[in-house]
């Protein structure tokens, strides 16, 4: 389970919005890669280790990017709730809002040779690593344009050629997985690592009821772990750059994500049973990871806040329009149920019930 490298690209390059926002071009085009240093929002808890330093090196480039990818993010999420109201999405269905900064600020400290692999909590992760919406879309409402053809859904998001490893919805299959990636890595000599990563902030299970250890951090013991403020985006670049040097140099280092999930754990989880409603209205005013994001273009005067609710806007039209050409594409046909279950060529036959009448060949 490893990590990270400064200067990554992420979702799309941010010059698409300034279209609609000239102001921010004119004004950030020539301070756009100057130095800015911002602080993380707490310190690093470390176990067995030097914590990294809380000041953390950005731009005006990146801090709008942040910006950008995280409010795309939040909608496409928003979105994929609305559609699985409307009996468009079926399923199980496990959405991410409000831990944006994870993704973002992981993906900014590392490179697309990194590999990460995940549990079943995987649009936004899928979208970080080069995915596009339609992709999510089509492939949340079962049609042949998603990234699985439609046949994979919600929890089974994959790019290999972004070094993302999936989406899986057995309950920690993907750290044995992740184990493997990163010995091939090892083997290979190769100077990147693999994240694995689990939890996702599960269910409505009581830290006391579902571990001996609340100090998740702490749960490799004798292997090196930190604790991450997960809704601050900087906090999360700073420790997973950190924890690839340390993966590279030293071995495994575990990363408690502190982070927070605004939906339930799943559609079928209301998420209101086990927490109340202020309490997830307090961490929204208080700990929201796109909101620290536009306090600190602002404070920086690097955008207006008309301006970003601009960006918020194009980001809104994106995904709407993402999903109108989703829907237009058509659902897999019958035949797709025998594909991508057997390597072809062994001639593989399929019985009935009763092991002696052959029902099919399959190719």
């Not at 400290?109 to 590999?115: E, G, V």
């Not at 596009?132 to 290999?160: C, D, P, Q």
């Not at 951090?217 to 690839?244: E, I, S, T």
């Amino acid at each position: 389970m490893a990590l990270s490298r400064s200067g990554s690209k992420l979702l799309k390059p941010i010059s698409p919005f300034f279209s609609s926002a000239p102001s921010i071009l004119t004004r950030s085009i020539s301070s756009s890669n100057d130095s800015i240093t911002v602080e993380t929002s707490i310190p690093f808890t470390a176990h067995n280790c030097e914590p990294p330093s809380r000041s953390v090196t950005t731009s005006a480039a990146e801090l709008l990017s942040f910006f950008r990818d995280m409010a795309l993010m939040r909608r496409m999420e928003i979105a994929a709730d609305s559609l699985y109201k409307a009996k468009l999405i079926r399923g199980f269905c496990h959405l991410y809002d409000g831990q944006e900064a994870v993704a973002v600020g992981m993906e900014a400290a590392i490179t697309r040779k990194d590999c990460i692999i995940t549990a079943y909590r995987d649009h936004c992760t899928f979208l970080s690593r080069g995915g596009t919406l339609i992709e999510v879309f089509a492939e949340l409402m079962g049609r042949r344009a998603g990234m699985s053809n439609g046949k994979g859904g919600s929890m089974h998001f994959y790019r290999k050629q972004g070094g993302f490893y999936g989406g899986h919805g057995i309950v920690g299959a993907q750290v044995p997985l992740g184990c493997g990636l990163a010995f091939a890595q090892k083997y290979s000599k190769d100077e990147n690592v693999t994240f694995a990563m689990y939890g996702d902030d599960g269910m409505g299970t009581a830290e006391w009821r579902a571990a001996k250890s609340p100090a998740y951090y702490k749960r490799g013991d004798y292997v090196p772990g930190l604790k991450v403020d997960g809704m601050d985006a900087f906090a999360v670049k700073q420790a997973c750059k950190f924890a690839k040097e340390h993966a590279l140099k030293n071995g495994p280092i575990i990363l408690e994500m502190d982070t927070y999930r605004y939906h339930g754990h799943s559609m079928s989880d209301p998420g209101s049973t086990y927490r109340t409603r202020d309490e997830i209205s307090g961490v929204r005013q208080e700990r929201d990871p796109i909101e620290r994001i536009r306090k600190l273009l602002l404070s920086h005067e690097i955008s207006t806040e008309a301006e970003l609710k601009d960006i918020e806007k194009a980001a809104r039209k994106e995904v709407d329009n993402a999903i109108a050409k989703a829907k237009e594409s058509e659902m897999p046909d019958p035949s797709e149920l025998f594909t991508n279950v057997y390597v072809k060529g062994f001639g593989v036959e399929a019985y009935g019930a009763d092991r002696k009448e052959l029902r099919a060949t399959l190719p």
